[in-house]
């Protein structure tokens, strides 16, 4: 398959990146100690790189296209995933189960602390990234403050725990009731607005709960943070690290089946409905007779519980706190959970937390390129599926014509 | 075709998820003296977790060439943290779990104080290079931590001092960067000059880190007509004060800490950094470990060291140096002998107190003078 | 009332509303075209900026003059960064273009982190001294403790460069074609205009602004690293929504807006919280223009 034209197309891209990189890959220039070093043998290498890459580049391009002429592959409305069919034929769905049940009590026991420690932290995302879900996935908000939420939940339980002595169990609760209540005041002003108006919002929302927590010492200790938050207790007994750990882990195993019961349930319900529609024609949704204002505000509440009892978990987890934990980097990274594992969807969702926050652990083998590939699967994984690694089934109700809208 | 793709797609990731979960799982045991290395090496603070591992390469290279720690190998693992404490929490548990025996860092106040509320349940010595936050040492929360830098108090009040009883200065304004280092720094500056009462402090502010200009607090400086600033933060920032004052030909004095006092800082300043003060600690380049040290990384690395580059070399030999007079790597042995035990540093002859804090390490007072740091007796 | 410190305050934010601006045009035209929030965009500033200081220091040491240097590194920034410009248009947001939108949005989030950190291994994690390129006016000097030259020298570059742009979209061929690509790709591409190179002129001409911008910045702060894009960015993209994002005066003016908004508040009250201002302040444009102050809001059709 390899012809003149591809060898042509090819060659192109070898010199163009070559000229492109040639700057910054080939000369280091070093102006503390006047020295300028030049490097070409990554100039070689680069092309050699791209040479080869843009053969499979293009390759992908052409695989994609041909699946795009069978189906449009943005159409999500029929498009099941074989992970999809599993779980709806029981012939797969129930031994599935099962295996993932055993695999999920006995992760403790096979693995060492290190990565029970890393899938908690995994799990703490799958319930921010099902509670943003609500916001962005189900009534289409996208909300790049969404960290506020989780900082408001981590120093609710830091500084009761500090000022008062509530344990982590009264804690929870309350952290998710103040996060909610502070969902609420977010999107009391920003009723009126839309799309990006609405991101930048939010992003200023979360900026300034961090900058208000950086900067007010007598209220939040600034930048030093709180230290010495006791870990979640287990009706008093004393518990060593590693007992502890496990504690927290089937602890947040249990809270992400409950987050992922309540959010189906909600999903399904008349609330559910309303912020789908919502989502998909503001207008047409209000002509319908569903109240706006109270849609919103309820996906902003309900969101921001999630990241608030995310954040009483985080605080525990850790033990210590500062700003440096919920700068806008962290909403960005929870937004890209929702979008890369497919909004709407909770198995969607689930798998983008675990392969957003696993990767870069499990990348360190290539330590200082991690955050670079990083990088790079978040833009390949976008091109190659839009729509999130699982994404949404609509509810179809067919009728016999294909329609489109 | 199109179902078989998207399956062979998801297996593909399920296997290397898979496998990824059970590769780091397989380490092999050989017997090795492990020392781990924590701290920023990517992200935006990179530059100050960098240096760090360097040092620890440079001298466990050194060490392994003579034939190590009684008489076993070091092996040295370096993990980033980002200067995050969720990060720096799992990088903990992650060398735990690659059962190191003493740890070097981590880089960033924070980050530390979430490792070691692990480190200190396993009974594992830390020791950092920079963390300076005084709590880790003087709450007595943390008896497994060591430093070898002076921490936010003790360089504060050496800075106030000297503004106070050399400069015989009445009005200073404090600014900071909002970070840990800096308003830590910050905050005492602040506290021993109002319990001076000789001087008064016209400004107390902080500064937006990355911020592309600073002239309104340069105006603010100006119009509050003070006749020093007190900078609490890393040298990035101080120089873009600096220069935007000595731009608006402003003469105010400009008094600042270990984070500015770099090489850096006087090439990115370039002539506004004249005159210049800034604390660090005790000249030591006439010492013969330091330039063995700088040469050291100059030969490996082609460039000059970073921030904290000595501060680290210094904490790699005494953690090392500990373990061998102490002959095993045990918790107790190893703590007595950091704090008996005195050992010959880049930063002088040095061993630690029951805080952690290092003794022999002394601090004093730069100037930029011709485009170098002079040390001001 | 101290008039001398609030003219002070006045030309401080001014100045600093011209950095904003120099980023933010970039932002808007993009987002005027394809409404994508450009993340990279910082990021195709920060590159212009490193180009910059890699060509002025090679040239340094072969000793040429000044004031060639500052063209030849402004011509090799520029350059560069429309090539980066156009290349990430093409591998990163092309193939998204009939993708829902926050896709394309996670890909420009990507690429960010990718360009951060190729800077940041093929460089260096440090701070670089940038050379000062603009010298300090001679005639200026009476002047200089109200404001620098370099500051005169951003202003009356984003000066210029707004009114380059206004005419450019205004009355070229390509202007008209970004105009009419910006309301209706479908409609623009049926009356004969090559939607995807009025995308890829967008693209080059905003990085070329960034690039100006990266450089005169660069050269007024004297320091970079790979980061510097990102929180510039995060600023001129406030500012660009501000104004009205997809409106070049707007953005202009928001970015101004923006600067003195940041440059009273600290001024008069503190700088403690001077971005907690800035961003109560943009809520607050918001609730009452929910467009933005130059934007259009546009009438839904049902």
Known sequence: MVTFEEIKKSFLACIWFMFLTFPIMVIRVNTVQNEIEWRWKNMILIGIASFILSFFWRNLFRQKIKKGKQKDPYENTEKISIFQKVLKEKKYYFPGTVALCFFVIGFPLLFSLYQINIMITALIYVML???????????????????????????????????????????????????????????YPVLRLRGDYLAIVTLGFGEI?????????????????????????????????????????????????????????????????????????????????????????????????WAGMGGVI??????????????IWESIIILCIVVLGGMGSIFGVISGAMILILLPEYLRAFSEYRMLIFGVVLVVMMIFRPGGIIPDIRRAYKYKSKETH | MMKNRSKKWMITVVVGMLLCLLVPGLGFAADTIKL????????????????????????????????????????LLAEDDVCKPEVATNTATK????????????ICSGATKAALGIYKDSKIIVMSPSATNPDLTQSGEYPNFYRTIASDDAQAKLDVDFALNVLKLKKIAVIHDKGDYGKGFAEFAKKFLEESGKAEVVLYEGVTPGAVDYSAVVQKVKQNKAEAVIYG?????????????????????????????????????????????????????????????????????????????????????????AIQKAGSTDYDAVSKALKTEWVETPIGKIRFDDRGDAIGAGFSVYQVQNGKYIELK | MDWNYFLELFLGGLTRGSIYALIALGYTMVYGIIELINFAHGEIYMIG?????????????????????????????????????FTVEKLAYKPLRKAPRLSALISAIGMSLFLQNYVLLAQTSDFLPFPSLIPDFEFWEPYAHVISSQELVILMTSFVVMVLLTLLIKFTKIGKAMRATAQDKVMAALVGIDVNRVISVTFIVGSATAAIGGVLIASHIGQINFYIGFIAGIKAFVAAVLGGIGSIPGAVLGSFVLGWTESFFTGYISSDYEDV???????FILIFRPAGILGRSETQKV
Not at chain 1, 314 to 327: C, D, M, Q
Not at chain 2, 95 to 106: I, N, R
Not at chain 2, 239 to 257: A, E, N, W
Not at chain 3, 68 to 83: D, E, P, T
Request: with cysteine.
């Open chain 1, 209 to 305: 709960i961090r900058l208000i927590l950086e900067n007010w010492n007598e209220f939040s200790f600034g930048p030093s943070g709180i230290a010495n938050i006791p870990r979640p207790g287990f009706f008093g007994i004393k518990m060593s690290l590693e007992g502890h750990t496990i504690y927290l882990y089937y602890l947040m195993i249990l809270l992400v089946l409950f987050t992922i019961f309540v959010v189906n349930r909600l999903q399904n319900s008349r609330i559910g409905r309303a912020w789908i529609a919502l989502r998909e024609d503001e207008i047409a949704c209000q002509a319908m007779g569903i109240d706006k204002a109270k849609t919103k505000l309820t996906a902003f509440a309900l969101g921001a519980t």
């Open chain 2, 95 to 106: 060398l735990l779990s690659k059962k190191v025996d003493v740890v070097l860092g981590h």
């Open chain 3, 277 to 283: 201002f800035a961003f109560m302040f943009l809520v």
């Open chain 1, 129 to 187: 990234g099902l509670g943003l879900n609500i916001v962005v996935g189900l009534a289409g908000l996208l909300d790049l403050g969404y960290v506020a939420f989780y900082a408001v939940g981590a120093y609710s339980y830091a500084l009761l725990h500090y000022h008062f002595g509530i344990g982590f169990w009264i804690a929870l609760p309350l952290g998710g009731l103040l996060s909610a209540f502070f969902g609420i005041l977010l999107g």
């Open chain 3, 49 to 85: 900026a490193f180009t910059a200081l890699i060509v002025a220091t090679v040239l340094s040491m072969l000793g040429m003059n000044q004031f060639a240097i500052l063209i030849c590194a402004m011509v090799a920034a520029v350059v560069y960064s429309c090539a980066y410009g």
């Open chain 1, 314 to 327: 985080f605080a525990a987890k850790t033990t210590f706190i500062n700003p440096a934990s919920f700068t």
């Open chain 2, 36 to 75: 781990g290395v924590a701290g920023a090496h990517s992200g935006d603070l990179a530059s100050y977790g960098i240096p760090s591992v360097r040092a620890a390469q440079i001298v466990v290279d050194e060490i392994n060439a003579k034939g190590g720690v009684l008489g076993k190998q070091v092996e």
């Open chain 2, 233 to 321: 933060g890393y040298h990035p920032e101080a120089s873009k004060i600096v220069t935007q004052m000595r731009k608006k030909r402003m003469k105010t004095i400009f008094i600042s800490d270990d984070g500015v006092k770099d090489d850096t800082f006087i090439k990115v300043a370039g002539k506004y950094s004249e005159g210049v003060y800034a604390s660090g600690p005790k000249d030591c380049s006439q010492n013969p470990l330091n330039i063995a040290a700088v040469k050291a990384h100059k030969d490996k690395y082609g460039e000059a060291h970073g921030a904290f580059y000595e501060n680290a070399y210094t904490a790699t030999l005494a953690l090392l140096n």
